[in-house]
């Protein structure tokens, strides 16, 4: 099956502006949806496709696509948002796939 | 508000089987299809597989030959039977209600939008 591949961490000043970058050959014909996971809990969805946002899910979240990356902005980086962030896509066989995840530290 | 509460073992020995069921309050039961995912401690996010109302399954394929995900809709559960295990298979695991939506552009979007709790199934002898 494919893989997406994500930076291990990044790190972000208190609002600044953070891009997430998620990479796979799955994500050529296929968007994105984007966890958000804090320690101890289940992963939430922040934001799939072409900027779709859950209610509840501020607009600081953003998403991008081109060729084969997908990437996560978050612009103006509050405290709440240092976590973990997982890329997550269909591929060809029509399976999921999970990027490899990103810890987001936010100073 | 759709929830989804899961529980199963969460202590295995080596060769057994792990069984967790899933069962969904609020919501259509039939509009989605229902997946289980693992993580391993410390690691990241593992698609296992996942099972729409009428019975249709879809498996990781690197854990397709251990794997059954079955579905009650008269209950509106759905369950994972995971064989054989090994300590490689200690995770905490969740299930998860996913969806396909087609926007204005006619493109597919799949993601999932609502989670279980999550279970820690430890194996060990």
């Known amino acids: 099956s494919s893989e997406l591949t994500q930076d291990p961490a990044v790190s972000v000043a208190l609002g600044q502006t953070v891009r997430i970058t998620c990479q796979g050959d799955?994500?050529?014909?296929?968007?994105a949806s984007w966890y958000q996971q804090k320690p101890g809990q289940a992963p939430v969805l922040v934001i799939y496709?072409?900027?779709y946002r859950p209610s509840g899910i501020p607009d600081r979240f953003s998403v991008f696509r081109s060729g084969n990356t997908a990437s996560l902005t978050i612009t103006g980086a509050q405290a709440e948002d240092e976590a973990d962030y997982y890329c997550?896509?269909?591929?060809?066989?029509?399976?999921?796939?999970f990027g490899t995840g990103t810890k987001v530290t936010v100073l | 508000q759709v929830q989804l509460q899961q529980w199963g073992a969460g202590l295995l020995k080596p060769s057994e089987t792990l069984s967790l069921t899933c069962a969904v309050y609020g919501g259509s039961f039939s509009d989605y299809y229902w997946s289980w995912i693992r993580q391993p401690p410390g690691k990241g996010l593992e698609w296992i597989g996942e099972?729409?109302?009428?019975?249709?399954?879809n498996y990781n394929p690197s854990l397709k030959s251990r794997v059954t995900i079955s579905v009650d809709t008269s209950k509106k559960q759905f369950s994972l039977k995971l064989s054989s295990v090994t300590a490689a298979d200690t995770a905490v695991f969740y299930c998860?209600?996913?969806?396909?939506?087609?926007?204005?552009?006619?493109?597919?979007?799949?993601?999932?939008?609502?989670w279980g709790q999550g279970t820690l199934v430890t194996v060990s002898s």
């Open positions: 099972i729409n109302h009428s019975g249709s399954t």
């Open positions: 496709g072409k900027n």
């Open positions: 997550n896509s269909r591929d060809s066989s029509g399976d999921h796939v």
């Open positions: 799955s994500l050529r014909s296929y968007y």
């Open positions: 998860a209600r996913g969806l396909t939506t087609v926007d204005t552009a006619m493109v597919t979007h799949h993601y999932f939008d609502n």
